[in-house]
């Protein structure tokens, strides 16, 4: 019924991954469009919908008491007809390590927009390979989003990793009137790096401190005067399962912009080598001059199009996940974007995105 009139999305377009499908999910949902994507995932090795795409899309759903077809494990084509976001309590699970963080950016814009607080408890991998770690988002995404007039709490209740999943996160998101455009531009000079390095379960302490001690001397060594802290931290018994290690690396700048590089530990790599990947990434993203990083390129693509009016963000080269999120979220708002190669010589490959957004109001708060 409502299927025939649903907008097409190509889900193997660009990056061509899940990506594609949060962001179409969300903002189908905010803006009360009904999609049908196809193609998902088509040119991946496992294509159609794996678990933690399914689980996300599910929840959105949920979130806006909404109509679902085709959602299943290793479907290629769903369609969705929303309906109204309501505020409340709602749980995800991926069922595998599938990221949280994944979950987090499908439902987290929608959240914004209820009557009232909304709290999601979202259950996977934590700290896991193909998605932001959590970290990430609370030391890099959420000082950035709180420009936008976002105001959440995230709280970890237990991390989980690799193969089996099992952590937990527990958002708390306050309703906006609608979001405030950003202007980042200048990324002025590095105040000081935070960092944290882990390992949960069986693994021996003694790695954290190699990847924490790699890190910060890669990073010393580049940045001669910069305060340099990477804690170093074993997770209590109970506040993980199973077994896991990584680091991220976070520089705050002068005038608010935070950048990062990560890594994960895995069977056969040295604990050397993951600290020193996590600084070197810091370091590339510290050299183009841009004031976000390859990760958080992407993800304020989605806020920049609700934002009432111009947002302009520097950045370094543009990724295929912000192209794809510009596509669709030209598809399905009226917001504009547009990119400048910058050439002031400040930076390899610096650029600026401006954009346009449509000022969606929260019609749910008077
Ligand atoms: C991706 O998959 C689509 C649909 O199956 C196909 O038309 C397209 O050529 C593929 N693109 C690439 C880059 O493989
Ligand atoms: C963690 O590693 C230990 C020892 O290698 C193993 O026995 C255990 O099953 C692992 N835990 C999980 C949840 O994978």
Request: aromatic share 4%; charged share 20%.
């Amino acid at each position: 019924m409502m299927a025939s009139s649903a907008l097409i999305v190509d889900g193997s377009l660009k990056e061509g991954g899940g990506q594609i499908l949060r962001i179409a999910t969300a903002l189908s949902c905010l803006c009360k469009k009904p999609i049908t994507v196809n193609n998902i995932r088509a040119n991946r090795s496992k294509p159609g919908l794996r678990p933690q795409h399914l689980s996300g899309v599910q929840l959105v759903s949920r979130v806006c008491g909404g109509a679902l077809k085709g959602d299943a494990v290793g479907s290629s084509e769903i369609t969705f007809t929303p309906g109204t976001i309501a505020a409340g309590r709602y749980t995800a699970d991926t069922g595998t390590a599938g990221s949280v963080v994944l979950l987090m950016q499908v439902s987290f814009p929608c959240l914004l927009y209820a009557s009232g607080d909304t709290h999601v408890t979202l259950k996977g991998g934590t700290n896991a390979e193909m998605a932001p770690q959590i970290d990430y988002m609370n030391m890099v995404f959420q000082p950035i989003a709180h420009k936008f007039g976002i105001d959440y709490d995230c709280r970890i209740v237990r991390r989980g990793y690799f193969p089996k999943g099992g952590g937990e996160i527990q958002v708390t998101a306050k309703p906006v009137h609608d979001l405030s455009p950003i202007s980042l531009t200048e990324v002025g000079t590095i105040t000081r790096v935070r960092g944290r390095a882990f390992v949960a379960g069986t693994l021996p302490r003694k790695l954290s401190q190699i990847m924490s001690n790699t890190a910060s001397s890669v990073i010393k060594k580049a940045y001669p005067g910069v305060d340099v802290q990477v804690e170093s931290v074993q997770e209590p018994h109970g506040a993980a399962f199973g077994n896991g290690s990584g680091i991220i690396v976070v520089a705050e700048t002068s005038t608010g912009c935070r950048l990062a590089g990560s890594s994960l530990g895995k069977r056969g790599k040295q604990a050397e080598d993951v600290g020193r990947e996590a600084a070197d990434e810091l370091l590339k993203n510290l050299q183009h001059g841009g004031c976000v990083d390859e990760y958080l390129q992407d993800q304020l693509i989605i806020f920049m199009a609700l934002a009432k009016g111009q947002s302009r963000v520097r950045t370094g080269p543009i990724t295929q996940h912000t192209e794809t999120a510009i596509h669709i979220a030209e598809l399905l708002t009226e917001a504009k974007f547009s990119i400048s190669p910058l050439t002031d010589g400040s930076g390899e490959g610096a650029n600026m995105i401006e954009c346009t957004g449509i000022g969606l109001p929260n019609k749910q708060l008077t």
